[in-house]
């Protein structure tokens, strides 16, 4: 008989694996419930109602918008997916334009699909030095938001992603005072920073900043199971009731009580030992960072905007990628990291990892590292084996043939990848982990971006939309070009008085 999803997870978490990855509870036993079971229950007496909420789950709430400093915090149980849908919902009609930085997860290209919006893409300001080299996304300026905002006077929200996947955070303060400045709410996926409230060493969160709704996914970075979320709303540019509409739209109709009793033993454990304990992982954080110092050839990346707590362990002075650093803390150290990328692989860190799992993490880094010295030794060269050209794909900027909406109806056909060039995407494609698209539905295949699909299939990336060699594309007699019959019909725009 086959094995079973639960014996494979059983067998597995008795491998002794290291988990240097979401979920941000890191399998602790302190916060094992005893029988998930027995509290699986429905709305019954007593219990409240996550869609009205009146007691305890109310209460909650009420202390999440005290500490958060927002007007009201929600509960998700759909996981950030349910509050990125819930807030662009909130914030558009059908057919509106929306500002929207490239960079962001997949679930806001599905909002675009589902509310057939008409996106204008922004992109990333800062793209030099290790940056580059790497092949990381770097921040989203003011100046930029505020162009498209100047350019378009109907966009209806901008919505950018901060932190990003390896944890550069974009001046959310500033980029707020613009959007106020025309009136547009401001909408930001702070799912990888529910961890920035706990303690002064991380940056400022994007609700103290002036955002007017946050999503943040608790489990990424706290100790709260997979699938539990939270959304912080101010109301100045948003209907309350607009919102609270959208997540009941976008949230199931039975929510699990065991997913929102695990958010509500999370923030109990930070109201009880929150302090003390961030101040412990800060100060392992600190402590990794200094012994890290000593590496020659691997290095942890670091940049003026990012945050700590994700580790970017860099591979391009090595022979090693990405890919294959991740696979050698895997199978030899029995470390799992959360992804991979390039040059570089990302370990993700909780305020639920101890001093033991970053002497871990230091001793298998520093012993790799010494190898890689060693090998030069014997040959007098380093290299990287990682074509850096190729994976660059966060600035390109593919020419659309049609809006993604428009896409879905259009016959399709599959083909050969290398078939593609300068035919129509009919499905996203998206590299997963960190659920970026490369191309969006509509959009035209270029040279470049086959070569970058094609490097990433021949290193073993998951990319969804390429399914052995063959790719999806609008049939030729569905190919119509309209992108760009609402482009420059608005003058520019005045900001708000």
């Known amino acids: 008989m086959e094995t079973g999803l639960y014996e494979t997870l059983t067998g597995y978490c008795r491998q002794g694996m290291l988990p240097m990855h979401m979920p941000g509870h890191k399998r602790n036993p302190s916060f094992v419930m005893e029988n998930p079971y027995g509290i699986d ?30 007007e009201k915090s929600y509960l998700l149980i759909n996981g950030s997916t349910g509050g990125i849908l819930s807030a662009i919902a909130a914030c558009c009609r059908h057919g509106d334009r929306i500002a929207v930085a490239r960079n962001c997860h997949k679930s806001v290209y599905h909002a675009i699909r589902l509310l057939e919006l008409c996106p204008v893409y922004m992109y990333p300001d800062e793209t030099g030095g290790d940056l580059e080299r790497l ?42 005072e613009a959007t106020a400045r025309y009136g547009v709410p401001l909408i930001v996926d702070e799912a990888h920073g529910a961890h920035f409230n706990w303690h002064p060493s991380f940056p400022e969160t994007a609700v103290e900043a002036g955002a007017d709704l946050v999503v943040e996914s608790l ?31 976008f949230q199931s109709s039975s929510p699990s009580y065991v997913l929102m009793a695990g958010i509500d033993r999370c923030f109990a454990y930070i109201e009880r030992e929150g302090q003390e304990a961030f101040e412990r992982y800060v100060n392992n954080l600190r402590q990794f960072e ?36 991740a696979e050698c803390l895997r199978t030899r150290y029995r470390i799992e990291t959360e992804m991979n990328l390039g040059d570089y692989c990302l370990a993700m860190t909780s305020v639920c990892d101890g001093a033991q799992a970053f002497e871990r993490l230091g001793a298998a880094l520093k012993e790799m590292d010494a190898e890689q010295v060693r090998g030069e030794k014997d040959d007098g060269r380093f290299c990287s084996i990682f074509d850096r050209d190729r994976i660059r794909y966060i600035w390109q900027e593919p020419e659309r043939a049609m809006f993604s909406y428009e896409a879905v109806f259009c ?12 035919r129509v995407a009919a499905d996203d494609v998206v590299l997963y982990p960190p659920g970026i698209p490369l191309l969006v539905q509509g959009e035209i295949f270029s040279g470049e971006m086959i070569r970058t699909l094609q490097a990433g299939i021949d290193m073993g990336y998951a990319i969804y939309g390429v399914e052995n060699g063959c790719t999806y594309v609008v049939g030729t007699g569905g190919t119509h070009t309209v992108a760009g019959r609402m482009d420059g019909q608005n003058g520019k725009r005045k900001p708000a008085q």
């Open 219 to 249: 489990h990424k970075t706290l100790p709260s199971l997979t699938q539990t979320a939270v959304l912080h709303a101010r109301f100045d540019r948003i209907s309350k009731d607009r919102l609270e509409w959208c997540l009941q739209t």
């Open 411 to 422: 016959p399709r056909e599959r083909i050969p990848l290398e078939q593609a060039k300068g």
């Open 41 to 70: 229950v429905t709305e019954v007496a007593g219990v409240d109602d996550l869609h009205h909420p009146e007691g305890m789950i109310r209460r909650r709430m009420d202390w999440m918008a005290e500490k958060y400093h927002s």
């Open 135 to 176: 092949g990381i996304p770097g921040i989203l300026s003011e100046k930029s938001v505020e162009q498209v905002l100047r350019t378009y006077e109907d966009i209806r929200c901008v919505v950018l992603v901060s932190p990003t996947y390896e944890g550069i955070v974009s001046p959310i303060r500033e980029i707020a």
């Open 290 to 325: 200094e012994e890290m110092k000593q590496l020659k050839r691997l290095y942890l990346f670091d940049s003026p905007r990012k945050e700590r707590s994700k580790i970017v362990i860099a591979a391009d002075r090595t022979r090693m990628s990405g890919k294959e650093l």
